[in-house]
Each structure stands twice: as structure tokens, then as C-alpha cells.
């Protein structure tokens, strides 16, 4: 609803499929600002991870406290260094997030050999690191990357060996992934019908959109009987059911394992 209310998506939506990162930020960010911050984004930025150690404890006593929704939100808030994707502005903090989904950071520096700084740098993360400086106003301020979690993981190896990052700012990293998890994780019994609706329609969003964590094998398939035999493989089964027949009956032990499919 919000890429539509701030022009993000045409009417017509017929540039939808470019958009679909600003959907995604619309659709999340724009649904969880309905919960008080202890029960909705104080689950996102648990995740939140940084290199330092005593910046981490800050972070997380600093949402530990807070409360209610006295944080204002501000979309796709735009300077001259860019336009960042959700700007989060309270008494004691100011939070920048760029949101990920399918495409990577929109701007890079060359590499050429020569080391650039936070001032120089055209890299999207340290322009919005400027931009987050100009609104700090003595205020802890942070920048948080958002994406899923081999494009985060990227991203994080790739910059934090390098100066960019204006120094006042810390730069934290989230992952779709550890979103989900965080979120049905959660105890919702004690909470309101409506709150637990807009808590189930997060959790439903990122699963639609691939943001499970694996969770390792079901432990049956160790209980499986080792068995000689070759699978018994039906081609036009596989099509619709993906069906696999176990056999019954073994084989001579000189006898070739076999893979079996008919056309």
C-alpha cells in the first residue's frame, strides 16, 4: 500500500516488477509501524548484528527501553546523497535501513587500486552514512543493511575492511532470514487478536517470499532402513507428485546399482 501511496508503483502498476524492493519495504515496514515498538520492530533490529562488541550492547539496551510508538517513521526519505528506504527518528537515536530484495547496492566505487573515504566514496552505504551524519544532531546514529543473507553477508565482507563509513555512524547488518525466525519465535497468546493478526501476516509475507531458515533434516530420514536395492524412479510420477517408490525387494550384491526411469 505505501510503494502506491508515495508513487513507488505507478498506477497502472505497470512497473511493478522494478519495484518490487519498494513493495517489500512498503508491505513490512509500512505494516509492522501499527505495533508498539516492544512488540514489533524491537523483534526486527534484535538481529541486528555489528563488529563491535560494546556497540552491540548499546544497540541492544537501547531497544530494550524503548516503548509504544514514539519513534516517527519516515519512507524513502530523499537528500542530496540519495534517497534511503525507511528513516527512523527519535529523542535519542537516529536509524537508517536500506532495504534489499532482489537487486544489489546501486552504487560502487571503482577498483582501481586507490583507497577512498567516507567522504570520497560514492558507495551507496557511505553516501547514506553522510546522509544519516546531517541528521544526527549529537543523537547515536546507525545505518542498518536489509537484505537476505548471502547478499548481506556479501555486502558486510565486502565494506567493513574499508573507511567509508562516516565515523559517527554505526553500520549494523539484518538479514530476511533472522527477521522471520525473530518473528515466529514470538509468544503471541498474551497479545491482542488484531496485534496477533498483524504479527501472523508478517510472518506469512516472508515465508511467501522465500525467508525461511533451513532447519536441518526431518530426523526420520535417519530411521530409513540402508537397503542394497536401486530406487525405483517413475518419470511421469515425478512430473506431478514427485513421488519416489521404495523398493521391496533386494538385489544380488555383484549386481550394478541402478537409477531407473522410463521414458
Not at 520492530?41 to 550492547?57: D, G, I, M
Not at 540519495?82 to 552504487?107: H, P, R, T
Not at 549529537?138 to 537476505?148: H, K, V
Amino acid at each position: 500500500m505505501l510503494a502506491e501511496i508515495y508513487n513507488k508503483i505507478s498506477q497502472t502498476g505497470s512497473n511493478l516488477s522494478d519495484r518490487l524492493e519498494d513493495k517489500l519495504t512498503g508491505d513490512f515496514f509500512g505494516t509492522i509501524r501499527y505495533l508498539p515498538f516492544e512488540l514489533g520492530l524491537k523483534h526486527v533490529f534484535s538481529t541486528a548484528q555489528f563488529n563491535q562488541k560494546q556497540v552491540s550492547e548499546n544497540w541492544l539496551k537501547f531497544i530494550e527501553k524503548e516503548k509504544g510508538h514514539a519513534t516517527q517513521i519516515e519512507f524513502w526519505h530523499r537528500e542530496e546523497e540519495g534517497e534511503i528506504d525507511v528513516l527512523l527518528i527519535n529523542d535519542e537515536a537516529v536509524i537508517g535501513i536500506e532495504v534489499k530484495y532482489l537487486s544489489g547496492l546501486s552504487s560502487e566505487d571503482q577498483d582501481d587500486g586507490i583507497e577512498l573515504d567516507y567522504t570520497e566514496s560514492i558507495n551507496q552505504l557511505a553516501r547514506y552514512s553522510r546522509m544519516i551524519e546531517k541528521q544526527s544532531k549529537d543523537r547515536d546514529s546507525y545505518l542498518l543493511f536489509l537484505a537476505p543473507y548471502e547478499m548481506m553477508n556479501t555486502v558486510r565482507k565486502n565494506i567493513l575492511n574499508r573507511s567509508i563509513i562516516s565515523p559517527s555512524i554505526e553500520l549494523g547488518f539484518m538479514c530476511w532470514q533472522d527477521i522471520h525466525e525473530s518473528l515466529i519465535n514470538l509468544d503471541v497468546d498474551q497479545i491482542e487478536t488484531g496485534q496477533q493478526l498483524i504479527l501472523n501476516d508478517l510472518q506469512a509475507l516472508l515465508s511467501k517470499k522465500g525467508f525461511t531458515c533451513f532447519k536441518g533434516f526431518n530426523s526420520n530420514i535417519f530411521n530409513q532402513p540402508i537397503m542394497r536395492s536401486a530406487y525405483s524412479f517413475k518419470h511421469e510420477d515425478s512430473i506431478s507428485n514427485n513421488i519416489w517408490i521404495w523398493p521391496t525387494k533386494t538385489i544380488k550384491e555383484e549386481q550394478v546399482y541402478e537409477y531407473n526411469t522410463t521414458d
